[in-house]
């Protein structure tokens, strides 16, 4: 009389337990499938919120370099500068914060926003594909400005090492444009102030190349001279035609993107100059690259 219910029982345990197994892996492949999807959603965010830093940090970087260059030129001083004001204004309405506005006015006249002097600092590196690179910083702190931008270079391939010789260091004048004042009307002037070349950029405006210690003299010049303003007036580090390094992939450019992309977060860094060419690339990938670069 005992076994048959024995029998009975143990039957009915088995199937309840299978039926368990089988409701076990079910709900499994279903967390398995909603692990997934929620693993698509976030990287579909998190690579959105990438390209948009990448594009605030440029435009942060642009409108910085704006005000500094207006403060550098006419005074830190809003009251007696108003292309300060327009280059202040401009970045408030582009979200540009406080911090960073108030930074580069100081950063115009060779100070830190705390005061402290600023120090210039090379950097130098062969990137990946054989760019060579040529960075310039302006810091307060030369060893954590170092540290950064050697890390960043080491993360992306590169090494520190001498690449100036690739480079012709001068200075380069920016003049805004003016009715019947073209590259035919400074020349001659240009060059009795001893400017080294005059050409037309891509926009149309008028660039003088001096001697580096020439550049601000011949600036405040010819801006008398021919009633001209002055759009911008710096030192750069102008890359040898016969050197110049054509990158072989859209991988390699990409590559070189995300590099520069991350520098521009680095607020100690003023300008990158490599000696890089066109190629076969893109139109749109190239335009990327120059805006972040001269080249």
């Known amino acids: ?8 029982l143990t ?19 279903t ?3 909603s692990l997934r999807s929620g693993h698509n959603k976030w990287s579909t965010i998190k690579h959105a919120k990438g390209k948009n830093d990448a594009v605030k940090n440029k435009q942060r970087s642009i409108y910085s370099t704006i005000i500094a260059n207006e403060s550098k030129l006419y005074g ?17 309405k582009n979200g540009v914060p406080k911090s960073v506005i108030e930074s580069a006015i100081a950063r ?18 062969i990137l990946q594909s054989s760019v060579a690179a040529v960075i310039d910083c302006q810091t307060d702190s030369k060893l954590r400005t170092l540290m950064d931008v050697r890390r960043i270079i080491k993360d992306h391939g590169g090494n520190v090492t001498p690449t100036n010789y690739l480079f012709e260091k001068k ?22 102030c001893g400017a ?24 405040r010049a010819l801006a008398a001279e021919l009633g001209i303003e002055i759009e911008s007036s710096d030192i750069i580090w102008d890359p040898n035609e016969e050197t110049k390094v054509q990158l072989e992939s859209v991988d390699a450019a990409k590559n070189l993107r995300s590099f520069l992309d991350e ?14 060419s066109r190629g076969d690339l893109d139109e749109e990938l190239w335009a990327d690259l120059r805006d972040r670069a001269e080249v």
């Not at 006249?109 to 600092?121: D, P, T």
């Not at 520098?263 to 890089?276: A, K, P």
């Open 171 to 192: 200075g380069r004048i920016v003049f805004q444009e003016k009715e019947s004042v073209g590259v035919e009307e400074v020349l001659s002037p240009a060059l009795d």
């Open 196 to 219: 080294l070349d005059v050409l037309e950029n891509e926009d149309g405006k008028v660039v003088v190349f001096t001697e580096t210690n020439d550049t601000k003299g011949t600036a």
């Open 1 to 8: 009389m005992s076994t048959a219910p024995r029998r009975l």
């Open 263 to 276: 520098l521009q977060e680095v607020s100690e860094v003023q300008g990158v100059y490599m000696n890089l």
């Open 108 to 125: 115009g006249q060779g100070v830190s926003a705390s005061g402290a002097a600023l120090e210039s600092i090379v950097v130098e590196a």
């Open 31 to 33: 967390t398995s499938a």
């Open 76 to 92: 830190a001083d809003p009251h007696s500068n108003p292309r300060l004001v327009v280059a202040i204004s401009n970045a408030k």
């Open 11 to 29: 039957k009915a345990w088995s199937s309840d337990l299978y039926t368990c197994a089988a409701c076990r892996h079910s709900r499994f492949l």
